[in-house]
Structure formats: C-alpha cells, structure tokens
C-alpha cells in the first residue's frame, strides 16, 4: 500500500512539471514577442520577459526534483533524515527566489497591464503569494522535521 502511495505522489510531482514546461514552451515566447510590439522603443523589453518567466522556471523544477526526493526519502524509510531537511530547505529557498523574480518583474508586467486589458500584475501578485505560502510552509515543516530528528537522537542515546 505504501508503494502505491508514493508511487502516485512521484507521478503527481511529475504531472505537475509538465504543464510550467508547456508554459514555457508555448506561452512564454509570444508573450514577450507581445510585449516587445508593445513597447518597441524599448529594445530589451522581450528579454526582461524571458529573464523573469525563465528565470523563475530554474527554482521551480529545482524544488520539483527535491520534492521527488522527498517521495524517495519516504519510500527507502529515511524520511526523518538531515537530507529531508535539506531537501525542504532547498524547496524553501526555491519558493523564494521565484517570488524574488516575481517581485522584480512586477513593475515590468504593470508596464505592460497598461496597455492591455487583462489584469497580468494581479497573475503576478497571486504567484508571489503561492511561492510564499510555499516558502513559509517549508520552513515549517523543515523547522518540525529538524526537532524530530533531535528528539529521536537523543531517544536513541538514553536507550
């Protein structure tokens, strides 16, 4: 039963990837070709849009690939590790950088919502505020799993 589990998790980790990597594929270049007509007198306007969107696609499969070892880590029974500590460390610094990057370009996507109707800075809040609750949700759990580890060591030296 417990390979089963993590079997649907490893495939859910990797389901997840593939729609950020169609995303990239697909969305991103006509997205700064869009903007780049947008504002021609502004020549670095479509790399700024690649530096952000891929920049951010970095840290995210980054924090994909240690959620996958999370998942390995539970299934070999070494979850209460300092490599699953380190596993959520990284996710949380991922989450960080990618609402950093997002946080940059900001003012980048408002620049270019006032030309367009659609509310693309509000897109951009709303994925600062996932990696964020991200970030903080993996500090805790990294915060618990370190005091659980230190509790179980010190059970092992009193036995």
């Known amino acids: 039963m417990k390979q089963v589990t993590t079997l649907f998790l490893k495939l859910a980790v990797i389901f997840i990837g593939i729609p950020v990597l169609a995303l990239c594929i697909f969305l991103v270049p006509p997205m700064a070709n869009f903007a780049a007509k947008l504002y021609p007198n502004i020549a670095p306007m479509k790399y700024l849009i690649f530096i952000v969107m891929y920049g951010a696609a970095v840290p995210f499969y980054s924090a994909l690939y240690q959620a996958f070892n999370l ?40 620049f270019i919502g006032k030309k367009v109707d659609p509310p693309i800075g509000l897109m951009g809040l709303i994925i600062i505020f996932a990696s964020l609750v991200i970030a903080v949700f993996a500090a805790i759990l990294q915060r618990l799993l370190q005091e659980a580890i230190n509790i179980k060591s010190e059970n092992d030296l009193t036995v």
Do not use: Q
């Open 71 to 110: 998942v390995r880590y539970i299934d070999e029974n070494t979850s209460f590790s300092e490599l699953s500590v380190k596993a959520l460390k990284n996710i949380k610094c991922c989450a960080i950088t990618i609402s950093g990057l997002y946080v940059l370009g900001l003012p980048l996507f408002h």
